[in-house]
């Protein structure tokens, strides 16, 4: 576990300018400490002791402001930078190096079964307020703008705004194109 600690905060060293020593990060960054109370609560949710894996989890959002569900999936060097509000529910899968912002939810629509939340795949940044909705996939290398609100599937490598989110900024063979119409 300390390996895994040290291991997270070298990566919020490596993601935030404020950051000035790793002391600093273990003792007083929210997002370390969610990403340490989800990784106990989430091996206890795999030995299917539900009830104990979400007082863990409710343990950590109440020090810390960041709800992580242990039924989540998080891949490697996730930075919740700020982090209060942040929400991610059970079935949310992300990838490995991705950034998310406080006030962000990846959340369900309360309309499906099953998989209800996001898998947002690796290197996305998804800014703060975002909202992220349903069952959907968020491809790799993505930027979600501050305050988007995402019901709909987004392709690789694209930047999306707004409330619906919507493609500004697909960078294709290094041209960039504006889709401002091109609703997602």
């Known amino acids: 576990m300390l390996r895994t600690i040290i291991q997270e905060a070298k990566n919020i060293m490596r993601n935030d300018p404020a950051a000035k020593s790793i ?9 370390l400490k969610a990403i ?4 106990i609560s989430h091996k206890l949710y795999l030995k299917k002791k539900f009830v104990l894996a979400r007082i863990i989890s409710q343990i950590g959002r109440k020090v810390t402001g960041i ?14 930078d700020h982090g209060m509000g942040v929400v ?5 899968e992300i990838g490995d190096n991705v950034t998310i912002y406080h006030g962000v939810t990846l959340g369900g629509t ?6 209800r939340h996001p898998t947002v795949e690796d290197n996305v940044i998804i800014g703060a307020g975002a909202k992220v909705l349903g069952p959907i ?9 501050a305050n988007a ?17 919507k493609i500004v900024s ?4 290094n041209v960039l194109y504006i889709y401002s119409d091109m609703v997602i």
């Open 137 to 145: 996939r968020i491809g790799k290398n993505v930027k979600i703008g």
């Open 23 to 31: 002391l600093e990060v273990i003792l007083c960054y929210p997002g």
């Open 149 to 165: 609100v995402v019901l709909k599937d987004v392709p690789s490598n694209v930047t999306v705004c707004g409330i619906p989110a």
């Open 170 to 173: 697909p960078k294709i063979n």
């Open 110 to 115: 309360g309309k499906d079964k099953g998989k």
């Open 88 to 92: 991610i529910g059970e079935t949310a």
């Open 67 to 80: 709800e992580i569900h242990p039924g989540a999936k998080i891949g490697k060097n996730l930075f919740i």
């Open 36 to 39: 340490i109370f989800y990784k």
